[in-house]
């Protein structure tokens, strides 16, 4: 176990540092050992501060002994200058950050690795202290620089063209674990709100690992504290959230955090959806509409994105795009046409250019504008559907051939 004066609050900095460490050095067997000493799980015994919501923290402060004011002075710290160490609280007397920094810690993800694009995107492989790891990659646009987190590590469904759904483990992704992300994020971009006007990071999608809907209530309290004036400030219309269509908890997700709303519909009938997005068996195309027309907050001003993947011979004819115009009429809605990213193993082709420009043509005339994304970051694997991490559990064949080793 690690002693209440070391720990966690340490290990930030130690992850900048492996980072930049990892960028100088090449011998392999350099690399080989700073990626073993990333993967250690962490063991400290302080209570985290990150990603508890406000009243939380007040009133873990105030149990604490500490006035009221006090959690605000850490929501400053925490949230609009990225502090880390309790010492640089200079408005907080010597005795009190000691007092906190025994008790209390400020957590980062750790990262194993930072991949950069040809094209800008980052990609980071972070871990958590239990070990598991999940990614998160930033995209850098002219006018928005978005950051898309993952909310689990893994997923439980299993789109058949996705990655992540390959990965066997799975565990929801804690409030400090999301928020974490965007934390760390800010961390390596120096894009603190302290750091002034020009924020690199405008924007956050939960279009990465998992399934948000279900692990809500961990996104909900990271994305309140995300959008918390006082701290990392995020508008709620600048957050997105992208369901493969967990119908019962849409409702609650608009009343409650109030985000935009993308679908990844993929498929215009049940037969195709029910084989490209597994989950439709349970809440089919029909429920998945119907509770889109009824997203709170919807309207032309905030529309809501249909995400449809582009799969040759599979879902791209242009008759699948008259069925798509019609099937969402009435919704005030957005049209994202996501070229295919093919991932090591995958049993899908991308449509060609030329063909999913047809398509999107058809979408166009309905009066659906620039629907097609361009994919990024494909260089590195961070375009849509291509994250994944090694986190697995063994499963009993492997456990045995572990145990002969
Ligand atoms: N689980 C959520 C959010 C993460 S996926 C969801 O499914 O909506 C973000 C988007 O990428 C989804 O629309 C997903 O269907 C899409 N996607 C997954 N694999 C892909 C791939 N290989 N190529 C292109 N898009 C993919
Ligand atoms: Fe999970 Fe989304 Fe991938 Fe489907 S597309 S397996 S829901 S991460």
Redesign the pocket.
Known sequence: MVAPDRGIAHVPAMSSTLTETLSEITPDAAKAELYAFAAKPVVDPRRDLVGLERSELEAVITEFGLPRFRANQLWHWIYHRGAVDFDLMTNLAKPIRALLAASFRISRPRVVSRQDSSDGTIKWLLRFDDGNEAETVFIPEDDRGTLCIS?QVG?T?T?S?????TQRLVRNLTAAEVVGQVLLALDELAGFPSAGVNRRLTNIV???????LYNFENVASAMRIAMDGEGLALSRRRITL???GVVPMMARCGAEIGVNL???L?GTTDEIRDEL?PVNRKWPIKDLLDACRSYPGVNNARRITF?Y?MLEGVNDSLEHARQLVALIKGIPAKINL??????PG?A?ECSDPDHIERFAQVLMKAGYASPVRT?RGRDILA????LKSESHKLNRREQRAVAAE
């Open positions: 909310s997923c469904l789109c063209f996705c990655h992540t759904g939960l279009m990465g690992m998992g399934e948000p992208s369901t493969s993308a679908i990844s993929h997005v995400e993947v996501i070229p295919f990213n093919p991932w995958s899908y994919p375009a849509c559907g291509q």
